[in-house]
Antibody, heavy 120, light 109 residues
Framework: QVTLRESGPALVKPTQTLTLTCTFS??????????VSWIRQPPGKALEWLAR???????YYSTSLKTRLTISKDTSKNQVVLTMTNMDPVDTATYYC????????????WGQGTMVTVSS | QSALTQPASVSGSPGQSITISCTGT?????????VSWYQQHPGKAPKLMIY???NRPSGVSNRFSGSKSGNTASLTISGLQAEDEADYSC??????????FGGGTKVTV
């Protein structure tokens, strides 16, 4: 059974750096075709794709947020980490991690999400 | 990358069919087969319903179907049921090697 779970702070101050961890099970990021993305959703608004890391270490970033994002993986811990710098209240959202495989090329399994509020 | 365009809301009666559109450009929806659809109930994570334009993951009802024509993809729900009431979002791969979502459509049964 494939599962993903997001963890990180519920509250961050403006200008701080957010670090989120996605811990997954049921698959390995060393297996060809496996990928993990981060996606966020502000309250009452649309989903927004942020970043993706692949089994072969390729990284992809949202064009508009590229300068603020870093994605990395620790295959020994089955974790993917997203850092976002210079947080602003508009970054308040539920942050999801989701698996993609090159079989479906869709986000086929999602974590339950973690709500992050940016406020002083 | 601009979000894909979806209608804000679509409604239908039980048993009817509805179609949700998702309009992009030749740089995303029109240029690739990597269009997917997600169902999201309030307070829950999205669920993959359709991938690669028209494929259903195992376990998804065959009442859900997808298609694409030019720069517009569509999700059709046939035999509408109360449990289908949710938000639906489309997503596409883009020529910038990124992914873009639609604004979401609220389906009311």
């Amino acid at each position: 059974q494939v599962t993903l779970r997001e963890s990180g702070p519920a509250l961050v101050k403006p200008t701080q750096t957010l670090t989120l961890t996605c811990t997954f099970s049921g698959f390995s990021l060393t297996t060809s075709g496996m990928c993990v993305s981060w996606i966020r959703q502000p309250p009452g608004k649309a989903l927004e794709w942020l970043a993706r890391i692949d089994w072969d270490d390729d990284e992809y970033y949202s064009t508009s947020l590229k300068t603020r994002l870093t994605i990395s993986k620790d295959t020994s811990k089955n974790q993917v980490v997203l850092t976002m710098t210079n947080m602003d209240p508009v970054d308040t959202a539920t942050y999801y991690c989701a698996r993609t495989t090159t079989v479906t090329n869709g986000f086929d399994i999602w974590g339950q999400g973690t709500m992050v509020t940016v406020s002083s | 990358q601009s979000a894909l365009t979806q209608p804000a809301s679509v409604s239908g009666s039980p048993g009817q069919s509805i179609t949700i559109s998702c309009t992009g450009t030749s740089s995303d929806v029109g240029g690739y087969k990597y269009v997917s659809w997600y169902q999201q109930h309030p307070g829950k994570a999205p669920k993959l319903m359709i991938y690669e334009v028209s494929n259903r993951p195992s376990g998804v009802s065959n009442r859900f179907s997808g298609s694409k024509s030019g720069n517009t993809a569509s999700l059709t729900i046939s035999g509408l049921q109360a449990e289908d009431e949710a938000d639906y979002s489309c997503s596409s791969y883009t020529s910038s090697s990124t992914w873009v979502f639609g604004g979401g459509t609220k389906v009311t049964v």
